[in-house]
């Protein structure tokens, strides 16, 4: 049996009026990637930044259900969001470097956190190594970040949410913006990171959702209509909605 | 053919328009320019006046408009941005930020002169500060305050949600997020509004009118509660208020001509923020 790390508990979600998130129950394994799947504008986005509260800021969100990481209960006012943050970390659609060069985009967190200073470029490094960027940048770090290709800022962004060592990492369609090449690194990457981390990755990608997931969602409308695994939505999908969309009649 | 002619004279129209309004300015600064150019010199600008403001320089009307911006920007400056960032960054959209907003805006457009003379009931006189320096700095700040609010917001709604979820997600609490971010980001855009309200401010005669500004100081202020002599109120003295203007005439062309002078700097100094910004993105 998998050990949850996340999971989401009759969660519904509305942007004033408008119910985007419909009772939503899901449970995601540690050490698995979850792939998010379903047509735009189903809620996908929606969901994920439910689970860092990055709908905090926005007024017109209300959300009610529960979400746990392991047992901790994340909306639990007692909880600090950016206690949280640090365990659950989000890579975003657009790679979205800081104004900084590449070694201040690692150390910021860090900083922020305070890490002992002199553990701090150590942990860089491990973590770039670990996202397959240190030979790339090694000898120049002091490079404004936004100077490198959007597939290396994408890994940048990835690296500077791994060196937290955070729990959880959340990924909104990290490769929408990249070449096939890129795209393939990363997709390489996520699987190399499952490893130490639970991975929830949405993706358009029918192709890219069966090369890295151990597990699927598929989401229509705000509600959850299936999950299981890679295997058996793909190949046995239960719901004729799934059978439509993971068969490419629509979306 | 009809239609070629039609745009030809729409062009013609168009361009004739803007080389008028370029003649306009080049008339003027040509006429200023030639009529001030003779009475500048280093003496000008590095003595009082002396004999009856009919000899001598401007130098005190220099330091008191250095001084009063000096006073308007320390005022100004950081309530300006912290009320932006306010509005921009915390206030929840709702029906009375809307009413705050409006108001500011609102107070872009009322004239220098009523400033003046809620300076005067303010500053001079509820709060016991004298026709000063220093009140006359406040009451510029005051003007001063609505254009850095409405310019630094712009700055700050140029900054996409993107750069703020960047650290947000990382951890970073809402004020680390603006401090470390926000604001660096969008400081090019700050400075630029800022520097164009301030070369406004200098400029501005009203406001000090009632609030410290002085025909004649014998020597440089020295402290914030002495009046003070400063550039457009000299300028305006020399051409209206003199005993003998005829003969002072090319002193005042003078004046105009550092005023001018000083308010241009200003002015290219932001422009090259902006040409520097522009050229690292
Ligand atoms: N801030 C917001 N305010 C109001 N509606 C929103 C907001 N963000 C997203 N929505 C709506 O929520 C729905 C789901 O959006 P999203 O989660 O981005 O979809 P997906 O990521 O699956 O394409 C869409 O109908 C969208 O219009
Ligand atoms: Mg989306």
Redesign the pocket.
């Known amino acids: 049996m998998d050990q949850i790390k996340l999971s989401a508990h009759s969660l519904n979600l509305y942007?004033?009026e408008?119910q985007?998130l419909k009772n939503i129950n899901i449970d995601f394994p540690e050490n698995q990637v979850t792939s998010l799947i379903?047509?735009?504008?189903?809620?996908?986005?929606?969901?994920l930044r439910c689970f860092n509260r990055m709908h905090d800021l926005?007024s017109?969100?209300r959300i009610d259900g529960a979400i746990k990481l392991e047992d901790l209960d994340i909306y639990d006012k007692k909880n600090s969001v950016t206690e949280i943050r640090k365990r659950i970390g989000m890579v975003f659609q657009k790679p979205n470097p800081l104004p900084k060069s590449i070694y201040e985009n690692m150390s910021y967190a860090l900083n922020i956190h305070q890490f002992p200073k002199n553990e701090i470029p150590k942990l860089i490094e491990s973590a770039l190594r670990e996202s397959y960027l240190w030979e790339e940048v090694k000898d120049e770090l002091k490079k404004p970040a936004v100077k490198l290709s959007g597939g290396q800022q994408q890994r940048l962004c990835i690296a500077r949410t791994v060196v937290l060592r955070p729990e959880v990492i959340l990924m909104?369609e990290p490769c929408s913006a990249l070449d096939p090449i890129s795209t393939r690194k990363i997709e390489e990457l996520i699987i190399s990171l499952k490893k130490d981390y639970t991975i929830v990755i949405?993706t358009h990608n029918m192709q890219q959702a069966q090369r890295i997931s151990d597990k699927v969602a598929f989401?229509y409308l705000?509600e959850l209509i299936e999950f299981g695994s890679c295997q058996d939505v793909f190949q046995n999908p239960q719901n004729e909605l799934t059978k439509n969309y993971v068969g490419g009649h629509f979306g | 053919m009809k239609k070629s002619l039609f745009h030809f004279l729409n062009w013609t129209v168009l361009l004739g328009s803007t080389i008028l309004v370029c003649l306009f300015l080049g008339i003027i600064l040509f006429d200023i320019f030639s009529k001030g150019v003779s009475s500048l010199s280093w003496k000008f600008i590095s003595r009082p006046p002396t004999q009856g403001m009919t000899r001598g320089g401007i130098l005190p009307a220099i330091t008191g408009t250095l001084w009063l911006t000096l006073i308007t920007t320390l005022f100004a400056v950081p309530f300006g941005i912290a009320c932006a960032v306010y509005l921009n960054e915390y206030a929840k959209p709702s029906v009375l930020t809307g009413i705050i907003r409006a108001s500011i805006r609102n107070l872009a457009g009322i004239p220098s002169i009523i400033y003046g003379l809620f300076g005067l009931a303010l500053f001079v006189q509820a709060l016991h500060l004298g026709t000063s320096v220093l009140s006359a700095g406040l009451t510029l700040g005051l003007l001063s305050l609505p254009y850095i609010i409405t310019t630094t917001e712009e700055a700050l709604k140029r900054i996409p949600d993107s750069m703020r979820e960047a650290t947000l997600a990382l951890g970073a609490t809402q004020f680390e997020t603006i401090k470390d971010v926000v604001l660096p980001t969008a400081l090019p855009g700050i400075l630029t509004g800022v520097i164009l309200t301030l070369s406004r401010a200098a400029g501005e005669t009203a406001p000090i009118l009632f609030t410290g500004v002085a025909f004649y100081i014998n020597g440089s202020a020295t402290s914030v509660n002495q009046e003070f002599m400063a550039l457009p109120y000299h300028l305006y003295m020399l051409s209206t208020q003199h005993q003998s203007i005829e003969q002072v005439r090319p002193l005042a062309y003078g004046t105009a001509v550092v005023l001018i002078v000083l308010v241009f700097v200003l002015n290219i100094i932001a422009f090259y923020i902006r040409f520097k910004q522009r050229t690292q993105q």
């Open positions: 942007f004033g408008k985007i379903g047509p735009s504008g189903c809620g996908k986005s929606t969901l926005s017109d969100a909104d949405v989401m705000g």
